[in-house]
């Protein structure tokens, strides 16, 4: 059985400049230094009987520290470059990235050093315009955005 994992894409309306994407980047210094391609929907891995939208709904809250509710709208299943399978759901809705207040996780670092370093598990959070989105997010995960323009009726521009 492939690994799974669910997240939300979430969205915004502009008047300026039009739709805006939450994207979040991951913490820990294999992370630090790379953007492009490198940012990701809030999402985390499930075992077999959870609900997708439940698991989504929980990493949410602890990849970014806000809970979230609402009408979801449910972008499908991608398989990732890495052979897991992402479940995505999209909400409209505002995040104040300054409040970002996301779990940390345990490496040993620097590496054989013997000593544990706590990260966070995401480092920071921001809103981004649908191209500079597609430039930002991990390729296997591009595809969600284009379901969501589709979806709400709006071009890929």
């Known amino acids: 059985m492939p690994e799974r994992s669910a997240g939300i894409l979430r969205y915004r309306r502009r008047p300026a400049d039009g739709l805006e994407l939450l994207l979040v980047h991951p913490g820990g210094p294999f992370w630090a230094k790379k953007d492009l391609g490198a940012w990701s929907i ?28 609402g009408e979801f709208l449910d972008l499908g299943d991608l398989v990732s470059p890495g052979r897991k399978v992402v479940t995505a759901f999209a909400l409209e809705g505002d995040f104040d990235p300054a409040a ?12 054989r050093s013997g000593r544990q370093k706590s990260f966070p598990e995401i480092d920071r959070a921001q809103w ?13 995960q591009r595809e969600f955005i284009a379901r969501l323009l589709t979806a709400l009726g709006i071009g890929a521009a």
């Open 42 to 69: 809030p999402k985390g891995e499930y075992g077999e009987g959870e609900d997708p939208l439940t698991v989504a709904r929980r990493e949410f809250e602890e990849e970014t520290g806000q809970a979230i509710a």
């Open 100 to 111: 970002l207040r996301s779990n940390t996780f345990e490496l040993e670092w620097p590496p």
């Open 128 to 140: 981004f315009s649908r191209g500079e989105a597609r430039q930002k997010i991990l390729s296997g």
